[in-house]
């Protein structure tokens, strides 16, 4: 049976290269698995960083963040794109920019829903979540050529 879900998509940035709403909205349908009330919010740097300092204490902006304030039914969330900095990390990893949101919105989906990757085992089976649901996409394994891409810590 299909989840459903509402998802609002604000463009809080002046890059020209975000992808649209329902590329979004693939991309969440196909990580998420549960109900779900998730706002997607794209930043630039300066909001990312602001977001960064004062919920993680780092002082950069970093790719993706992702804030839980129910995980109840319906799970209830924010997931925050930095644009610049996703559109930095996929120049230089030579990866395709739409790919790399899908990623980048993939992985913020599934620590949405309780995932994470600080233990090494907890990792594994993250990027090989991420790997299969982006592979049902049509996107290519994004942990092959150029390693863990998704947030330095």
Known sequence: MEKSFKLTVQYATDSKDVPARPLFRRWVKAALMQEAEIVLRIVDEAEGCELNHQFRNKEYATNV??????????LTGDIVLCAPVVSKEAQQQHKNLTAHYAH??????????????????????????????LARLGYD?????????ISPQ
């Open 141 to 149: 394994d994004p942990y092959t050529e150029h390693g863990n891409a």
């Open 65 to 74: 963040l992702t804030f839980v304030y129910d995980d109840m039914q319906p």
């Open 104 to 133: 980048l919105t993939v992985h913020g989906i599934l620590h949405l829903q309780g995932y994470d990757h600080i233990e090494e085992a907890e990792a594994v089976v993250m990027e090989q979540m991420e790997t299969q649901i």
